[in-house]
């Protein structure tokens, strides 16, 4: 099923090409979920991919918390790849982690091939595969679809060869159409990836070419909010952070937004306003920034701040909280 047009549109255009250089090249077009453990660079791949900015992404593991489809078009040659952006995957800690574990599986569902992205290792010797790598692989065991490991972050990696024993013990897990080191924020390789996800696609085309998300503005416009909390927050006050808007409203002029950040407990509301207000004002602005960017219109933002103690352990608030509109 062709998911529902959002507004956001893409800001590429796809390179139109003359009648020759296409021939013999079929076009093909599919589903490709992005999932890993946490924090290796899915969401900032999805984005790189892409060539803007859609999805949020921090140095903080937890940040993703619901899948988002992001669709990559090409005409040299014709592909559409709709990419599914996942939250990571690690052995599920309290309910929130049960959520974000779920939806991270259910982003697989559907997909003609998946990315399972992992990092470079930033130690040297031979690498064992940890409990957060298996958890990953082990998520896939249920699909039978083809599986591209791509091995993230290798820009922070001096000698190259130091990869081998690690893509080996992953080989040994498991069997891999390929196996494509890249880099995500450097840009190294995203072409041979592609090259590949799109070689295990079948033929056809499934999108409008302006179609870019299936996810309505008012979602990016909470998750540009929440990332600005996550990044001017420390230790285990972002993980708690969720938002909720109150007010979205198009005038002529301006957007007009309002919004409650929500964290876990009193004393994170204490940080999250910051001594005379000046973090929730940082915030406000960093976030206002970025929203500006992202529809191209002036905005209104203004924030609150609310404690709901232990939401993230809790099953129902911690799925209403962190599950946002579009989501199965
Ligand atoms: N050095 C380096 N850092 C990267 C690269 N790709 C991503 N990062 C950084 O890794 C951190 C995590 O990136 P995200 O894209 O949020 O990771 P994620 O896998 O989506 O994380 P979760 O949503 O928490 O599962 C950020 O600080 C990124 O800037 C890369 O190619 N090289
Ligand atoms: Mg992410």
């Known amino acids: 099923m062709v998911p529902a047009r959002s507004k956001v549109r893409p800001r590429y255009t796809p390179a139109r090409m003359s009648e020759g250089e296409n021939q013999g090249q079929h076009p093909r077009a599919g589903r490709c979920a992005i999932i890993g453990r946490p924090n290796v660079g899915k969401s900032t791949l999805l984005n790189a991919l892409l060539g803007q900015k859609l999805v949020i992404a921090t140095p903080r593991p937890g940040t993703t918390r619901s899948c988002v489809l992001g669709v990559y078009a090409s005409d040299n040659p014709p592909t559409q790849i709709a990419f599914v952006d996942t939250p990571g995957l ?31 290792p930033k130690k040297t010797g031979t690498p064992e595969l940890d409990d957060k790598d298996r958890t990953a692989l082990q998520a896939l065991e ?5 599986v591209i490991l791509a091995i993230n972050k290798v820009d922070r ?29 450097r840009r190294i390789n995203l072409d041979a990836l592609v090259s590949e996800i799109r070689g295990n696609l079948p033929e056809g085309l499934l999108y409008d070419a302006d179609f870019l998300t299936d996810r309505p503005e008012r979602f990016f416009v909470s998750e540009l909010i929440r990332e600005a909390a996550m990044l001017n927050t420390r230790q285990e006050v972002p993980y708690g952070i969720a938002c909720e808007l109150e007010t979205y409203r198009e005038e002529p002029e301006i957007v007009r937004i309002e919004g409650t950040l929500i964290v876990e407990k009193a004393s994170h509301k204490a940080i999250v306003i910051g001594n005379q207000g000046e973090t929730i004002k940082r915030i406000s602005t960093q976030a ?41």
């Open 288 to 328: 206002r920034e970025q929203i500006e960017a992202l529809l191209g219109r002036k905005v209104y933002l203004r924030l609150w701040v609310k404690a709901v103690p232990g939401w993230t352990r809790d099953p129902v608030k911690a799925r209403h909280l962190a599950i946002k509109e579009g989501d199965a």
């Open 90 to 120: 690690e052995r599920p800690k309290g309910a929130l982690g049960r959520v974000l574990s779920d939806s991270a599986r259910r982003g697989l569902t559907d997909s003609d091939v998946t990315v399972l992205l992992t990092e470079a």
């Open 142 to 146: 249920a699909f039978d679809m083809p």
């Open 157 to 185: 990696l001096k000698d190259k060869s130091k990869l081998l024993p690690f893509i080996e013990a992953y080989r040994k897990a498991r069997a891999f159409v390929a196996v494509v080191p890249i880099s995500a924020t």
